[in-house]
């Protein structure tokens, strides 16, 4: 076993966590105010569920990036894969994408959306406004998402 | 009016959980729509029956005297402070500030009756971030320990002073008032807090201008006013002493650019024309509820639970001019004229 | 009726009260120009006193409506808070002067300072300083005021007292001493009628026998 699949797997663990992270304290920070708004006004769990909900994606893109990751290598067929380290590396700078996409937008989401409870909280008919507002920010962590999977089906083993 | 702009430096993400309960709360403040029937309901009793309905409703529940209304009122408030305190993250928040000029007001009381003090009991508020209770211990005893070492020291002092000279009960409003807003100015700071900072040097700023303007009406001179005006304020109190001998234009045209120079401007026309400031007054709060109106678009800090603090204060004051208009029968547009803008 | 004094006919109560009568004559135009002093007093004063009720009334009014507003802006505990510390500075001293021997006092009213000076600026409004000083001017006017009405109460009773006193000389005194006079003097003129008729009589009586 060579160093280049020590580097191919560390790429995949990178996404996994960094994107996690994101999400984690995303979720944190939205699922916080909404908690605010639900303990005067627990009728408006429907409105803000979505918008709560939202900053937890990151990490499912994290996820599929280090599946993809898996699949490219092979691991599930149980023979362990020759990867140079040339190829190794390959992987892992595809993997930073989605990685660091996922971190900055997941934190940054949540604090969209915790805003928006303020929205959901004033106005609950205009609470879908706030989750498109809260969406825009979802963008960038799809872009991180599609070019890691495009490098990742690009490079050759 | 002009949008007073400021900085806020960082995001506190801890504040999440209070400031989403906060908004929930803030849709339940009184509107206009209410305001209008309390001001056309026959008397208190009918006003105690229509806030049955709002959050007050279970003060004002049946059998509540509404005629005690300002009990009422100051356990609203008491509550609203205890409220934020319970969901502030931060113990020592800026929040604590804001009740402290009950404590001062408590303290004013104590110290003008420190000869008699059983009389006080009628004249304190049940309010402040240390009670009634805590600071008749401190007057008995003459310790001010509790307090933060910047006020123990300055009160301390001042007690002394009283002791040896027994000087004019104004004087103690005066060194009191002083003291506070010393120390109110140096916490925000301390805080860092741009919002309380930008708040209190308004607030210093407005007093500061009207009491300009009474010490005039007054034809006091110099050295009283001197003694009289806030330090802290955006304007510096030489600047303020200068316009003392000047006409109140003059006020009006170097104060142009100032953030509140729409209060100054009606304010004092209406002043030059009716020798009334109730119009300066009432435009001075209302531009501080349109200034903690900004908080609406702070989703991270502690700024929204003090707007929902300064905006309950309002609410309570607007309701005791109806109370006290109802109950001693003014005409409505009386009661109307004096109410103070509605946080919306 | 007669209302004549019951006396016996003698040349020396005719005297008497002769003297009497002209005391009592002397003494009513005496309280007759009394009265027209004290009412000419009195009805100078009245003026002064329905204009100084008037300002009265007037600053009174203004200065209860002011206070309505203050406790409407800062609230009752506040305003009651803030008159703890009104310890009054006020001066009253009452003099002595006398209009035709009846005492009326002279208020003389002096304030050390305004009372605008027992509170702080802060949480304040200006509409206190209004009722403040409203109700402070108030106070000499009250003080102006209570002096005339005391003087016109003690001037009036007065006046009445002499009316009475004069109309008692006039009506009661005056008329049933000169009909005693009257009488009396009726009386001894007859009686003098009799005595020289019984004197003549006896003459001539004295004379036939003779």
């Given amino acids: 076993m060579g160093w280049g699949l020590v580097i191919a797997i560390a790429g995949a663990v990178v996404a996994v966590i960094l994107a996690g992270i994101g999400s984690s304290v995303g979720i944190g920070i939205a699922g916080q105010a909404s908690d605010g708004l639900l303990s005067e006004d627990p009728e408006s769990f429907g409105n803000i569920l979505i918008l709560t909900v939202l900053p937890g994606t990151q990490g499912i893109y994290g996820f599929v990036a280090a599946f993809f990751v898996i699949i490219q290598l092979g691991l599930l067929a149980g023979t362990v894969p020759q990867i140079t380290m040339a190829q190794g590396t390959q992987i892992f700078l595809a993997c930073l994408p989605v990685a660091f996409g996922g971190l900055v937008s997941g934190i940054f989401q949540g604090k969209v959306s915790a805003a928006g409870v303020a929205v959901a909280a004033k106005q609950p008919s205009e609470s879908m406004k706030a989750v498109i507002l809260s969406a825009l920010v979802e963008t960038y962590a799809v872009l991180g998402l599609l070019i890691t999977i495009l490098l990742l089906m690009g490079i050759k083993l | ?344 | 009726m007669s209302n004549r004094l019951n006396l016996s006919a003698t040349r020396s109560n005719l005297l008497r009260i002769k003297e009497e009568l002209e005391f009592a004559r002397e003494g009513y135009e005496l309280l007759e120009q009394k009265r027209e002093v004290l009412v000419a007093e009195v009805i100078g004063m009245l003026e002064s006193l329905r204009k100084s009720k008037k300002e009265v009334e007037e600053i009174l009014n203004k200065a209860y409506r002011s206070f309505e507003q203050t406790s409407v802006i800062l609230g009752m505990k506040k305003v009651s808070q803030i008159t703890l510390a009104a310890c009054s500075r006020e001066k009253i001293q009452v003099s002595d002067r006398s209009i035709m021997g009846v005492v009326i006092p002279i208020v003389n009213y002096s304030r050390e300072n305004m009372l605008c000076n027992i509170y702080g600026f802060q949480g304040t409004s200006a509409s206190l300083d209004k009722t403040v000083h409203l109700f402070c001017s108030s106070l000499k006017k009250l003080a102006k005021l209570a002096e005339l009405e005391v003087s016109l109460i003690r001037l009036a009773t007065e006046l009445k007292k002499t009316q009475r006193r004069a109309n008692a000389l006039n009506y009661l005194f005056i008329p049933q001493y000169s009909e005693t006079i009257k009488y009396l003097e009726n009386t001894l003129e007859e009686k003098e009628r009799q005595e020289l008729f019984q004197l003549k009589r006896a003459k001539n009586i004295h004379h036939k026998n003779n």
């Fill in chain 2, 1 to 344: 009016m002009r949008t007073i702009s400021y900085h806020n430096q960082k995001d506190d993400v801890k504040y999440s959980f209070a400031v989403g309960k906060i908004r929930a709360m803030e849709t339940r403040l009184l509107d206009g729509l209410l305001f209008k029937r309390l001001i056309d309901s026959k008397d208190t009793r009918e006003m105690g029956r229509l806030l049955v309905e709002t959050s007050y409703g279970d003060l004002f529940k049946e059998g509540a005297a509404s005629a005690d209304f300002e009990a009422l009122l100051n356990a609203e408030l008491k509550r609203t402070y205890q409220l934020i305190k319970d969901i502030d993250p931060d113990p020592a928040s800026a929040c604590n500030l804001l009740a402290l000029h009950y404590d001062f007001h408590n303290l004013k009381v104590l110290l003008k009756l420190r000869q008699s003090p059983s009389e006080a009991d009628s004249f304190l508020i049940n309010l402040g971030l240390y009670g009634p209770e805590a600071i008749r211990q401190m007057v008995t005893s003459s310790d001010y320990s509790p307090l933060p070492l910047n006020l123990a020291k300055a009160i301390s002092s001042l007690v002394t002073e009283l002791e040896k000279s027994s000087p004019p009960s104004q004087w103690i409003d005066i060194q009191l008032d002083h003291i506070l807003y010393t120390y109110l100015i140096r916490q925000a700071e301390h805080l860092n807090n741009k919002f309380l900072i930008t708040l209190f040097r308004f607030q210093i700023d407005l007093i500061n201008i009207r009491t300009l303007l009474r010490v005039k009406q007054m034809e006091k001179e110099a050295s009283f006013l001197q003694s009289v005006l806030l330090e802290g304020g955006e304007i510096s109190k030489e600047k303020m002493l200068s316009f003392l001998e000047e006409p109140n234009d003059k006020l009006i045209s170097s104060l142009n650019f100032a953030p509140y120079a729409q209060v100054i401007k009606e304010g004092i026309n209406y002043y030059e024309k009716e020798k009334s400031l109730a119009l300066f007054e009432r435009l001075a709060d209302n531009f501080f509820i349109q200034y903690i109106g900004q908080a609406k678009y702070i989703a991270f800090g502690v700024e929204p639970l003090i707007s929902y603090i300064l905006t309950k204060e309002n609410e309570t004051k607007n309701l005791r001019i109806v109370f006290v208009g109802k109950q001693n029968s003014l005409p409505k547009n009386i009661v109307e004229e004096r109410l103070r803008e509605i946080y919306a």
